[in-house]
Every structure is written in structure tokens, then in C-alpha cells.
């Protein structure tokens, strides 16, 4: 848009906002439609303020569901800004013009010039200049028209709602999972005195609420098999019982409040993410706060389009039960030493323990059915008189079956099949027996930990533990092993007979080398194994049940609230980080590289903070630590989608809280073009790393008066875990970053945000997924996101060091109109008379301010203190 020869009497600069006014008339039958939308408000800057004839640097865009037709009748209000007061006042209109999509599109060259008419329609202020452009139809001589003609145009961009499948912005995939977008369009100048166009679109996603839901219901899932596992221990002694029913309640509680958070939330109609004004909220604390996508899309002459993605999120914490005792980094820590002092009424597993007990678990649920299934194989293989085959489906058969006898071999199994054993009704074991038989000779030659696994077994529940055995809590090492137990006595708990079983049953499956003689051998010998396997499976999912069973028993009232805690803020994590790995694989779909790429190393996720050390924000800034460390137990799978409708396209989520798996769905002539290893539905690894600087006030009180502690030591582990990945380490720019990095990390410097920029870098040249937060997604993360768009401009498109400060203006309009405080603009990028080069280094003009009053205050502080002490 462009204006001529306006504000005639008006001095000083000129601000203009544009005002459409979209009026449809749609014909059916004999019926008139009229459709009235909410108009489209922009505020425009020019190029050129101070001037008459000014040209705008922002565009307007009409997104697909808008209902634009031939007949849609587009009214232009044009308002100025004088003597301060604001440009959306009667005092500050100038003039008004209005056409039709059918006038703009039969026009020549597609382009308009429209006369601005004052409000009584008695004069004539100005003109103004309209053309239409499609995004991706910018041509070299266009380019190069604009540089010769200041007062050229801005463009009306109308998008088609058509795209094609592996359209980045339109396509009926990015359509399905992203909804309501926004978009801005604008024109910069590059230091060769072209012109770029850039268009910026911002989305809401789907998953916001559909991931969430999936895992509340796996939640549910996962609590109520575990109840049932705890039923299946067989009759227990009553001190063991007594433990069993309060966990089941327990359990009970948790599956009560998570089918009520579920059923509220399948109630929620409207939009597809969480304000910030919600986060309080108890039913909504699974969902992520303000969880949008940001895309940024790059249009220069003879250069290929490119495109910047990034993902804007609150930070992902359990707002709703509060920080006062911090998050949960801190409030894990002190459960675990709370555990090890109420340990006196069960065995104590440490967490490590805890979570192989887990994993044995999940792999015996795994194998087990997979084992069944190779035996039905080899079977049917068997009547077909092929040996070939048969050799094949008998080697995965024993492979395994390897596995599982590896898996069961595990000396924790061992151990909780002892104290399994030992908390049957009745058990007395042999240094128990001997002690009562003479108890003055044995009682000097007890050790302490049979003593207290006596008492932990009291078999006929009315002793009481002593309080002074609190002191020495029962640790999983005290467990008796298989040596302090007769051979009859191991024989009944252990699996020793049945792993014999198995291999036995394995050698002689694989015993006859003719097919003419083995088919009724086989039958046997595989039913044989069957049922060891599933004897052999029951015994273990038994005993490490009781495993897990110590860790609840173990557990005080913090331990469920910990748990819900955990589980709702892992909850918002997943759901931004799918909605990352989804936006970038839809994105990559074409790129070769990003493809071989992501089932050969995986992606990056970059998870940048700008949470303050300070009060309540540690708290959220623990509570994300722990969140985005459990997404290492995620794995992505992408699949073939069972039609094109959207719901067949969203993505799904399975498994149990040791380890989910993320089923992204394609179409199907996109997944047949994918590599055969992703169509075979590898798992793909994602790695997630945090990197965190603070940038407000709080900060600036946090590093002058408090701690930082929790900040460098966050960077400084992620950045280990970012250097540690070998297969970057070849290519050379990313490791002179991650060098400057390292550096930057051990620097003691304040508010170090080239940390953040240089992390940024280095995920976008490992092809990774960006993800940006502070406590709500909105002032902070959109200062970020702006000054990274615009610097990206700068360094890699050749933004004009003089648009520079005047694409940011543009970016952050919306934010400007509204009264919002510009804190993130880059002062060393300098004024335009001023000629400095730009630079990524930005401290906030506030915070300076803030953080100097601060300083004398502390000065006259000190100052009182000395004299009072010395006087």
C-alpha cells in the first residue's frame, strides 16, 4: 500500500493504519448471503514517516477462510497521527476509498489507484495504491521496479485454500494439524537495493489438547494394570497386604481425579490452546500454555524460498499446584531422602533400581507376545516341507527367546523374587528357625539386615517397627541372596528350572536337521516352551511387581501429588515437542538429507528459556528441567494415514510413562516417497536439550543479590549433552559453534544471551526443532522471536542495515499499538546516521534503569551498616 500527496495541513511524522471492511454477497437460488466479518485492523508504518507520500513496509493478507469472493467490496480507512494523539480517533481521519476483488483483479497490471475521500465525501485528500500479489509469483523485474519507484506499491496477498500435499503452508496436511492462522506480509530492502518479501504466519495447533487427552487416558490406562498386577501377588503376609491396600487406594485416587480432568476436557469446545489467563486452572493443567507455531517465510530474487520455524510455549510447569516449595528438581530430591527414612516399614529401592523394575517390565510385556507368535510361525512353517524357512523362523524364534532369558537374568529379579518369597503368609526362614531353637547362642551372630527383614516380614502383623529403625532403613542390597537360602528353598522362588527349561526346549526344537521327522517333536517341544515362557513371564511380572510395590509402599502423601505433578508437566512438554517434530517433518518432507538425517541421528530440540532465577520462576524453570529430561523416554514413528480426512491425520501416542512412542501419520503418496527405513517404522530418536538466560528485572535482582546457580548448572549439562553428539562433530561450523558455545556457557557474564543465539544456530544447522518460552509465551518469547526473525534477515538474506530497526517496528506493531515496551531492540544496531553495523548483543534500556536504582539503594544500605557497626 502506498499513499500520495496526504496530510495536507498535518506536520510532523504521519502513522497510518489501514482499516479493511470485508462486505460478501453470495447468490443461491434466488437468496442473497451477506457476510459481515470482523474487520481487518493493521498498523502500517511507512517507509518514509515525516513524508506525504508515504509506502508501507506491511502488507494484507487474507487467509483462506476468509470469505473473499468476486463481489467482496474492501473499504480503506486512512487515519494520521498529530500532536501525539492516538491515530484511532475521529480528530485523526483523512480520508476513506473502497473497491471490489473484481475491480483489483480486472485492473492493469493488477493494480489500483484509488482516490481517499473525506468522511462527508467533500473532498479529496490523497491517493492510494492497491495491488495484488500471490505469495511465491515475485519476479526478478518486479524486484527490480521497486527499486527505481519509492512510492511503488505494497501488496493485498490473497491465498488460494487449495495446496497441494507437500504445500509448506497450505497443504492438507499442515491444514489438519494447524488451524486459525494469522499472517502478516512484508517487503524489506537488501543491502544490493533489491526487495524481499517475507511473510510471517502464526498457528494454532491441534495437539495443544489431543496429545494431552491421549495421555491422561494412558495415565489411566497404565494405573489401573498396575492395580491389577498388584492384585495378582497372591496372598501376602498382613504386614505386606496392609501396604498393598493403601497403594491401591492410592492408585484409586489418581484414576478418580484423571477421569474427572478428562471428562472436563472433552467438554472444551473453541479455540485450540490455553491463554495464559487460564494457567491457574486445575482441569487444564495438562495443557500447555499458548502452545503456536511461528513460521517465517523468505522470498528473494533468483534464491530458493526459505523457511524459519519456531515454536512459542509456556514454559511447561504445574502452575496450578504452586512454587511455594519450589519445582519439581528440588521437591524429587527431598522425596527421595524422605523415602530412604520411611524405609523402616519396607525394602528401599533406590530410583535407579526402580526404573530397570520398569523396564524389565515393559520388555517381558514385549517379548512375550512376540515369542507366542514365532511359535504359531514356525509351526505353520513346519507343514510346508520348506527347511529354509523353517531355519529362519526358528533363529528369530531363539533370538528372542535369548532375550528374554538375558532379561530375567538380572540379578534384581533375583532379589524380588527372594522378598517375594519371604512375604508369603507364614514364611520362616532358616537364621529365623535357628534363632528360636537357641536364641542366647544366635542372637550375638545375626547380622543387622536379617534382623530388620525379620521385622520387615512380620508374618503375623502385630509387632510394631521399632522407631529407633528408622535410622537404618532396609536397603535392596539386605535382601537375602540365593546363597543364605537352602536349595529347596531356592528352588521354589527362583526361575533357575525354567531358564534350564527354555534352553533345553530351544536346543532341541533346533535338533533335527531333516523336516521329515520333526513336526510332532516340534508340536511338543513348542508347547513346552510356551509354557515355560508364560510360567517363567508370570513369575517375573509378579516379582517385579512387588519391586515396584516397595517404592509405593515407601512413598509418603508427597510421593502422588510428585507424580501428578510429574505427569502434567511431562504433559505439556510432549505436547509442544510433537508439535515441533510435526511442523518440521512437514516441512522436510521433500529435503533428502533432512530425511537420511532423521532415521540415521535423529533431531535436535532446542528448548530455549527465558525464565528469571528469581522467586516463583525457579520453581517453573525446575519444574521445565525435569519435564523436557523425560522427553528422552519419547520415540517417534511415522506412518501411513488410513485416508486424507484429518482425523486420520493427527498424530497418536502409545505406550507406558517408561517410554512413549509418537505415531506421526502421512498420506499415502507422501509416506511412499519417504526412505524404506522410515517407512518400516523405525524409531525415531529425538534429543532434547535447555539452554536458559533470564532477561527481565528479576533476573537483574537475581544476579546482583540472589543465586544463579540453577541456570549455569542447567547450560552447562545441556551443552554436554549437545557436544556429545559424535555425528555432528565432523562438520566444521557446527563445532567452532559449539566451541564459542562452550565458552560462552563457563563465562561468568550477565544475562549471557549470545548463549541462546548461538544454541538457535547450532539447532538450525543440525536440521533441529526450535522451541522458545518464558513464563506465558507472550512479551518475552515475542521479543525474542521478532529480534531473531529480523537478525536472521540480516545475516542470512542481506536485510539493508537501515531496515533493520524498521522491520522490527513492522514485526512488533501489534505488540507497539497496544502499549507494549519494546525491551528487546538491539541498541548496537545503532541509529542510520549513526552507520554501525548490527550486532546480536541487546540489553534491555529498562532493566538498566531498574538495575542502577538498585545498585544505589544497595550502596546507602551498605553505607547505613558499616556506620551503625563501627560507631
Known sequence: MSCWDLGKGHYGPLVIQQKSEVRSKRRTNSCWFIHRPHPLTLCLFSSLQGSRDPMFL???????????????????????????????????????????????????????????????????????????????????????????????????????????????????????????????????????????????QMAECTLSFSIPKQLIALYIQEDTCRIQELKDLGELSPHWDNLRKDVISRYDQIIKEYQDTLAELEKLTGPLFKPSCSKGQKYLEFIPINLHTQRMRVMC??????????????????????????????????????????????????????????????????????????ADQLLQTAQQSSSQPLRDVLKSLEEKTEQFVH???????????????????????????????????????????????????????????????????????????????DEEEWASASLHGNHASLGVGMHN???????????????????????????????????????????????TAQGLQLQQRRDAVFSQALAALACGFAMRLYAGLEDKGFLRQLHAVGLVAQFESLLSTYSEEIGMLEDMEVGISDLHRVTFRITEAASEEAVSLQPTVSGRRDHYTVEVPLPHHAFQALPEELREGKPLRVLPVLFNVGINEQQTIAERFGDISLQERINQKNFEILEGLPCFQTQTDIKELLDTLGQNVVTKKRKNVEILWLAGMICRRMN??????????????????????????????????????????????????????????????????????????????????????LLVVWLILSLVFLLAKYQ
Not at 335 to 361: D, F, M, N
Not at 423 to 438: D, N
Not at 809 to 822: F, I, N
Open 407 to 485: 532379561a530375567l537374568k538380572d540379578e534384581l529379579v533375583k532379589s524380588a523374587l527372594l522378598a517375594l518369597h519371604a512375604a508369603r503368609p507364614g514364611y520362616v526362614s532358616k537364621c529365623q528357625s535357628s534363632a528360636q531353637s537357641s536364641p542366647a547362642r544366635a542372637d550375638p551372630h545375626l547380622s543387622t539386615a536379617e534382623k530388620q527383614h525379620s521385622v520387615c516380614n512380620n508374618v503375623d502383623g502385630s509387632q510394631t517397627p521399632r522407631r529407633e529403625s528408622r535410622e537404618s532403613p532396609v536397603h535392596s542390597d539386605s535382601i537375602p541372596h540365593h546363597k543364605e537360602y
Open 768 to 853: 533441529g526443532i526450535r522451541l522458545t518460552s518464558c513464563k506465558s509465551a507472550k512479551d518475552r518469547t515475542s521479543m525474542s522471536v521478532t529480534l531473531e526473525q529480523c537478525s536472521l534477515l540480516r545475516d542470512e538474506h542481506q536485510l539493508n542495515k537501515d531496515y533493520f530497526v524498521r522491520a522490527l517496528d513492522c514485526m512488533r506493531s501489534g505488540l507497539l499499538a497496544q502499549g507494549e515496551v519494546a525491551q528487546w531492540d538491539d541498541p548496537e544496531a545503532g541509529s542510520v546516521a549513526t552507520n554501525k553495523p548490527a550486532s546480536r548483543h541487546f540489553y534491555p534500556i529498562a532493566l538498566l534503569l531498574v538495575s542502577s536504582h
Open 301 to 374: 530474487p533468483r534464491k530458493t524460498d526459505s523457511f524459519y520455524d519456531v515454536v512459542t510455549v509456556g514454559a511447561p510447569a504445574a502452575h496450578s499446584q504452586g512454587f511455594k516449595n519450589g519445582g519439581l528438581q528440588k521437591l524429587l530430591s527431598k522425596y527421595e531422602s524422605e523415602k530412604k527414612s520411611t524405609a523402616y516399614q519396607c525394602i528401599y529401592y533406590p530410583p535407579e533400581q526402580t526404573a530397570k523394575a520398569r523396564e524389565i517390565l515393559c520388555v517381558v510385556s514385549q517379548l512375550q507376545p512376540h515369542i507366542s507368535a514365532l
Open 509 to 555: 526344537i533346533g535338533f533335527f536337521p531333516d523336516i521329515r521327522y520333526v513336526s510332532i517333536f516340534q508340536l511338543i517341544l513348542v508347547e513346552i516352551l510356551l509354557k515355560c515362557v508364560a510360567e517363567v513371564a508370570e513369575r517375573a511380572r509378579r516379582s517385579v511387581s512387588f519391586v515396584l510395590l516397595q517404592e509405593a509402599a515407601c512413598s
Open 58 to 200: 506491511t502488507g494484507v493478507s487474507f487467509p483462506p477462510d476468509w470469505p473473499v469472493y468476486s463481489e467482496t467490496l474492501i473499504k480503506l480507512s486512512v487515519y494520521g497521527e498529530n500532536n501525539g494523539h492516538h491515530w484511532l480517533t475521529s480528530a485523526n481521519f483523512l480520508g476513506s476509498s473502497s473497491f471490489s476483488v473484481t475491480d483489483l483483479l480486472k485492473s492493469k497490471d493488477q493494480q489500483l489507484s484509488l482516490s481517499l475521500r473525506t468522511a462527508d465525501d467533500s473532498a479529496t485528500v490523497g491517493t492510494v495504491v492497491v495491488s495484488r500479489m500471490k505469495m511465491g509469483e515475485i519476479e526478478d523485474g518486479e524486484v527490480d521496479h521497486f527499486t527505481t519507484d519509492m512510492h511503488q506499491k505494497c501488496t493485498l496477498v490473497y491465498e488460494s485454500s487449495h495446496g497441494s500435499v507437500n504445500d509448506k503452508d497450505n497443504g492438507p496436511i499442515m491444514n489438519a494439524v494447524f488451524k486459525n492462522a494469522v499472517c502478516k506480509v512484508y517487503r524489506f530492502q537488501t543491502v544490493d537495493s533489491k526487495w524481499m518479501l517475507v511473510r510471517e
